[in-house]
């Protein structure tokens, strides 16, 4: 279970990186040179890249692009959100419909 969900505004994104030296596990650079969020199967059970290709392993992007917080990285995933230059690192309580309307 988790408490937070965290999404990726790509339109403000700078490509720094900086979110994913921060949390590796959650933010991850997509070929354009924007970054995306990810869940990790270590944390659940199987990897979806939120990057807005088609195909298994891969779900939406932007807003609908949510991806759950490990409880774990709860913390590392707010500082990313504070030290990001785009201030596009949204996090939001957890929210199940959010969740299923992902798609995947
Ligand atoms: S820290 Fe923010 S602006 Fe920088 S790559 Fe990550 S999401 Fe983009």
């Known amino acids: 279970m988790s408490k937070l969900m965290v999404w990726i ?3 403000l994104c700078t490509g720094d ?3 994913e ?7 991850t650079a997509r070929d354009d040179g924007l970054w995306v969020v990810k869940e990790e199967a270590a944390y ?10 088609e195909g298994d392993g891969h779900g ?6 949510v991806a759950r917080v490990p409880d774990e990285l709860i913390d590392d995933v707010i ?8 201030e596009c690192i949204m996090i939001e309580p ?4 959010a969740i299923a309307d992902r798609g995947v």
């Open 79 to 86: 500082e990313a959100a504070e030290e990001c230059p785009g």
């Open 17 to 19: 990186g900086i979110c």
């Open 60 to 65: 939406p992007d932007g807003a609908r692009g």
């Open 94 to 97: 957890f929210d199940e419909r």
């Open 44 to 53: 659940f059970g199987k990897t979806i890249v939120f990057d807005g290709a």
């Open 9 to 11: 505004d790509q339109d």
């Open 21 to 27: 030296e921060i949390a590796p596990a959650v933010f």
